[in-house]
């Protein structure tokens, strides 16, 4: 039932807020909403470009994090890869980082020439239900959240992706656990500048209900392109998630990595 409006400043402008709403209100049809918008930043002497685009929600989709890890089937883990390998409709170009239990890898997408980062599970955990759920329920989570300070899930068309694992945009960078190791030291500007970037990456989050749980050097990359980014909803909590690796309710866990 809510309906969204869109339009340019050539809309905007001429037209008072209370006027946009009330014109926005008072057609039924969404084109119709869209038409008006116009026609009346026009009356009202608007000479600017006048876009408007209505949309209106019509119902929810019922494809939710239930939905996500009661599908049925669970996709398979793949084996370990290797350059030049082909998953699915990704060419692997490297493996990025690894941890106990999750592989990143550097792909591109054969239909698109796109590069972007795929995230799976260690073929050892191919029968840990309880992991597989868990790279499912990060996925969900992830794409929650736009926002610059974290890395955008890209949407996979189901039909297509016969193994388990996500992709995200990727940004070329090193972490600041990368950047410690090779020596750098952080002025104190510096490390203030971080933890700026960090305080608005993680109230992105907060305002979603979602709790990060392991912030770490190594979970923050500082991009090539200037931006900084948090990785890595491992072990996030989510309000209203009832899955045990992403619930407080967790027999008293404390996840994350304790020196941190």
Do not use: F, Q
């Given at each position: 039932g809510d309906r969204f409006v869109l339009c340019s400043d050539?809309?905007?402008?001429?037209?008072?807020?209370?006027?946009?709403l009330d014109i926005a209100r008072s057609q039924r049809d969404a084109q119709a909403a869209a038409q008006a918008l116009v026609d009346g930043a026009l009356h009202a002497g608007g000479e600017d470009n006048a876009t408007a685009l209505v949309a209106d929600v019509l119902e929810i989709p019922t494809h939710s994090w239930r939905t996500v890890i009661g599908s049925g089937t669970m996709p398979q883990v793949p084996p370990r890869l290797k350059p030049g390998q082909i998953i699915d409709d990704f060419e692997?170009?490297?493996?990025?980082h690894e941890s106990r239990a999750t592989l990143l890898y550097r792909v591109r997408a054969q239909a698109t020439g796109q590069v972007l980062a795929l995230k799976t599970l260690q073929p050892c955990l191919s029968e840990d239900r309880a992991s597989c759920?868990?790279?499912?329920?990060?996925?969900?989570?992830s794409k929650r959240i736009v926002s610059p300070y974290f890395a955008q899930v890209v949407p996979l068309?189901?039909?297509?992706?016969?193994?388990?694992?996500?992709a995200m945009r990727f940004h070329a960078g090193a972490s600041l656990q990368c950047q410690l190791d090779r020596g750098r030291h952080f002025s104190i500007p510096a490390a203030l500048g971080v933890a700026h970037h960090v305080s608005?990456?993680?109230?992105?989050?907060h305002r979603l209900r979602i709790l990060h749980?392991?912030?770490?050097?190594?979970?923050?990359?500082?991009?090539?392109?200037g931006g900084?980014?948090?990785?890595?909803?491992?072990?996030?909590?989510?309000?209203?998630?009832?899955?045990?690796?992403?619930?407080?309710?967790?027999?008293?866990?404390?996840?994350?990595?304790?020196?941190?």
């Open positions: 050539g809309v905007w402008g001429p037209l008072a807020e209370a006027a946009v692997v170009l490297e493996l990025v759920e868990g790279l499912l329920a990060e996925e969900w989570l068309h189901t039909a297509s992706r016969r193994h388990l694992y996500y608005k990456g993680l109230g992105v989050l749980r392991d912030i770490k050097p190594s979970n923050i990359l500082e991009c090539d392109d900084m980014r948090i990785l890595d909803l491992g072990v996030a909590l989510a309000a209203g998630v009832p899955y045990p690796e992403l619930n407080a309710e967790d027999g008293g866990a404390r996840p994350g990595t304790p020196s941190y």
